[in-house]
């Protein structure tokens, strides 16, 4: 597993864009010489940098498995701050990148504007939409990968009401924005869905669906946040936590582990790979296939059939999922796991709706009316 890097201040401008191209690791971004194509797909990731063990590492191994099967060229820009989201598109830009691929809501509006002074090029954003004010739009040349998280987040939810002894679970983002929202809005009705079920009352902490408040970091990277933020839930008897705030969420996890009681539900990846140091506390994770989101762009503009119409991942067309129980396997009682699947089931077929505010096909239809 490669060390989580914790990043530099911003660079001064002449330095950034110096180094906006570097890739990950030498030589590791580029394609071979006798690459097939002189297609060149590029990558920004969002502050948390490409060993965040969530999101961005999840884009950056799509575009790698883009590179091997259609033998591409491909660049990447690490981004340290916000600041560095505008200057490292222009770089991209700059750099021959005949797609631009952003990870993150945060770099929606350098997208956005590089897409429209360069309609001849082809922009993709993980985990959000284009808006123009608070609404959605479309751009020609632009296309959204988005998920809805929700779905896989209420299976998370359920479970985790399911398996607290404590009759109290949480959960809490990073920054207030609609892809961190969205799965705690299917957290929170799944927990409510076990609790009709039941006839239980498992309470959760940190998030009001009804009035979209709730307990934020405001920080992606500071694992200290999210440790003292775990802590405040322990103490206040949640035995289940669910942080929606990437590298934030080992500070959380490292408070879970000291607590000794604690179980832990991951978020975008499969935490019991991704953070091994805490596969003991891993119940599940809330799963976003982010790499197969970025491989079908990239295919897709490598091919020439590259349109705007966003990339949607479902329960049903498996781009979003709950992860195996791994050691939870055998403390799951049978009953809950023949309940989770029957309600992911449900889901699939659209017999259950989950709904969020935050939700991309929501997005979708107002971006289209």
Known sequence: MRNFKKFAAVMAATALALSACSGKD?????????????????????????????????AYNGLMQSKDALGINVQTAESSSDADFAPNVEAMVSDGCKMIIGVGYLLEQPLQDAANNNPDLQFGLVDSYFTDGDAPVKVDNARPLVF??????????????????????????????????????????????????????????????????GAFTNSFDDQTLGKQQAQQFIDQGADVIMPVAGPVGLGAAAAAQEAGDVMFIGVDSDWFETAPDYADLILTSVVKEIAASVEDTVKA???????????????????????????????????LKDAVKKLEEQIKSGELKVESPASPLYCHRKAES
């Open 26 to 58: 030498a030589g590791g971004d580029k394609g071979s010489e006798g690459a097939k194509s002189d297609f060149k797909a590029c990558l920004v990731s969002d502050a948390g940098g490409w060993d965040d063990r969530s999101f961005n590492e999840s």
């Open 148 to 213: 809805n998280t929700a779905e896989a987040a209420y299976l998370a939810g359920y479970l985790a009401a399911g398996m607290s002894k404590s009759g109290t679970v949480a959960t809490f983002g990073g920054l207030q924005i609609p892809s961190v929202t969205i799965f705690m809005d299917g957290f929170v009705d799944g927990v409510a869905k076990y609790n009709a079920d039941k006839g239980a009352s498992v309470k959760v902490l940190g998030w009001d669906k009804a009035s979209q408040a």
């Open 301 to 335: 503009g490598a091919d020439g059939t590259f349109s705007a119409d966003p990339y949607v991942g479902t329960l049903e067309n498996g781009g979003v999922s709950i992860a195996p129980f791994h050691n939870f396997e055998d403390k799951v009682p049978a009953e």
